[in-house]
């Protein structure tokens, strides 16, 4: 679908939201929703909803509200869902196992490969299901199988030598939770960072506001 404008950071960042909620609604037996029932759910504004949904020509109709079905399948073609992409994930640390072990990639639009570590002693083990390959085999492996995103649970130090090398060997994205922000934009490559802490504090200071409210 081609767009109809720009479209901006914050709209992209609520496209996945908006596809959780739609594949939740779809479980429960669903078949339309209006955009304030779907925005009391969200806890957005129904004019909110109409302005990003029109930043890609729209999808539902006045008086009918939105189709899920259809709904989930055009957002999931704007997310890139059904694209077949690929992914490795490097370092297999307690965060990395958790990801192995709990994390559904397929659900999100990605096919894990495998994952890397120099450690002996987790080389040759599979966790989720996932084989740990030794990380001597990292380069030639990228430069046969070419996967498009590799996940970063690695030590913070080692990422920014090892993001820019594997984007000279091809990887397209990164995913990165080392704790140290990534910028390779100058390079044509996307980086997510992921902080878990700020998430943490986000609601540490939203409970702060909480309170002075309640005590003014």
Known sequence: ??????????????????????????????QRISSRA???????TASQ?????????????????????KLQE?????????AGRTAILL??????RALLNNF???????????AFDAS?????RSFGGYEVRDAKELERYIDELHPDVAVLTIPRGNAPAI????????IRGLWNFTGEDLHLEGLGVPVENVHLSDSLMTLCQLIGMADRIGSA
């Open 1 to 30: 679908m081609e767009h109809r404008q720009e479209v901006s950071k914050a709209v992209i960042q609520r496209l996945p939201r908006y596809y959780r909620n739609i594949c939740e609604l779809k479980a429960e037996g669903a």
């Open 38 to 44: 779907l925005a009391e759910r969200m806890g957005l």
């Open 49 to 69: 909803i109409r302005q990003d949904f029109n930043c890609f020509g729209g999808f539902g109709q006045q008086g009918y509200g939105y189709n899920i079905e």
């Open 74 to 82: 055009e957002l999931g073609a704007i997310l890139g869902l059904r």
């Open 91 to 96: 370092g297999v640390g307690n965060l990395g």
């Open 104 to 114: 559904n990639f397929s659900a999100s639009g990605f096919e894990l490969l495998c």
């Open 120 to 124: 002996p002693e987790l080389i040759g």
């Open 163 to 170: 993001a820019r090398s594997l984007v000279e060997r091809g």
